[in-house]
């Protein structure tokens, strides 16, 4: 009886990492209900900060990663998850350095369990023109934008090639991965890098039950467009918050977007529900890449 229940289980998926009810199938996998978990980069405050407490209501365990500088961020983040009855654990990490990520990896399958989803989200941005860019502007933006993504996730396909049950791999991306905006077009080359990537690579992880995807915010408040509208207001004059509010002349949906809006798509991106997605990187933009 029970090794017809296992053999039907396997005919089912029940033991890969992406059923309904993924603590109990773990269960078949490791004989011990273990629950799912994320990692989160960049994940102290933004956007990264509401797709951690998200996943934590979706009921992930998850690491909450940023950099040393912003443990307090970090702290109040793993104690808003805890409180919602999941595990959190804090790593600080640069993302761009591969062996960081490495031990970032380690550290959260010690203290939470095997990876189930790697959410590549920490970014940086500057405000320039090409024109003016130099080497080491655009070295430091690769560094983290996309050799930081690269990192991320070839660290969590190698956990889940050796856990055997596949994952989810999901990138942040942006909307000027699909059309640039003035004055920041390095980063804009950045995003179009992870989008490109996001797409190689689950063509090559595919075999291993591996999907990839991304996420392409369009303009969302946070620290980050703070920095970008007050770069921006310093090469064309504009007041403090002027650049941002001139985003919504070209969103459909006439606002801007929170963080939350963004978590939404990568709550779908990280559940069973995405199971059939694989090398997209979804606009979350307002409609405002086609207008
Ligand atoms: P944010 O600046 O509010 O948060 C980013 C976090 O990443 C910060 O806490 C920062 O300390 C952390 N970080 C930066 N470099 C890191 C590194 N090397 N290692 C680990 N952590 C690092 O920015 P946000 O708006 O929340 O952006 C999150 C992601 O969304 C970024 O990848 C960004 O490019 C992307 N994005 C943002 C917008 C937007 O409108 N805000 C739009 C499109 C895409």
Redesign the pocket.
């Known amino acids: 009886m029970v090794a017809r229940l296992l053999r039907l289980s396997s005919s089912r998926g029940l033991s890969s990492s992406f059923g309904p009810t993924l603590r109990s199938q773990r269960g078949f996998a490791t004989s011990k209900a273990v629950s799912k978990t994320a990692i989160v980069?960049?994940s102290?405050?933004?956007?990264?900060k509401a797709i951690a407490i998200r996943l934590a209501r979706d009921g992930f365990d998850v690491c909450v990663?940023?950099?040393k500088k912003?443990s307090k961020m970090v702290e109040s983040v793993v104690d808003e998850i805890k409180a919602l009855g999941r595990n959190a654990v804090p790593v600080y990490?640069?993302?761009?350095k591969y062996a960081q990520v490495e031990s970032m990896v380690q550290t959260s399958v010690d203290a939470l369990g095997p990876l189930d989803v790697m959410v590549a989200?920490?970014?940086?941005?500057q405000v320039q023109w090409a024109m003016d860019a130099k080497e080491a502007d655009v070295q430091k933006l690769f560094e983290?934008?996309f050799f930081?993504v690269l990192w991320q996730d070839q660290v969590a396909a190698k956990q889940f090639i050796k856990q055997g049950s596949g994952g989810k791999i999901i990138n942040?991306a942006?909307?000027v991965a699909f059309r640039p905006f003035l004055m920041i077009p390095v980063y804009c080359a950045t995003k179009a890098a992870v989008r490109s990537l996001t797409q190689s690579l689950a063509m090559e992880l595919a075999q291993h039950k591996i999907t990839v995807n991304g996420y392409a915010?369009?303009?969302?408040e946070?620290?980050?467009?703070d920095l970008i509208d007050a770069g921006m207001g310093s090469i064309n004059g504009l007041p403090k918050g002027q650049n941002f509010e001139n985003t919504k002349g070209s969103i459909t949906i006439g606002r801007t977007s929170v963080?939350d809006d963004v978590a939404k798509m990568v709550s779908f991106l990280a559940s069973p529900d995405s199971d059939y997605v694989t090398g997209q990187t979804m606009l979350v933009d307002g409609g405002m890449a086609f207008s």
């Not at 990490?93 to 761009?96: E, K, L, N, Q, Y």
């Not at 946070?222 to 467009?225: A, I, K």
Request: hydrophobic share 35%; aromatic share 2%; with cysteine.
């Open positions: 980069s960049g102290g405050q933004g956007i990264g990663n940023d950099l912003n990490a640069d993302v761009s989200n920490a970014g940086i941005a983290v934008n930081g942040c942006s909307i915010p369009g303009v969302v946070s620290s980050m467009w963080p």
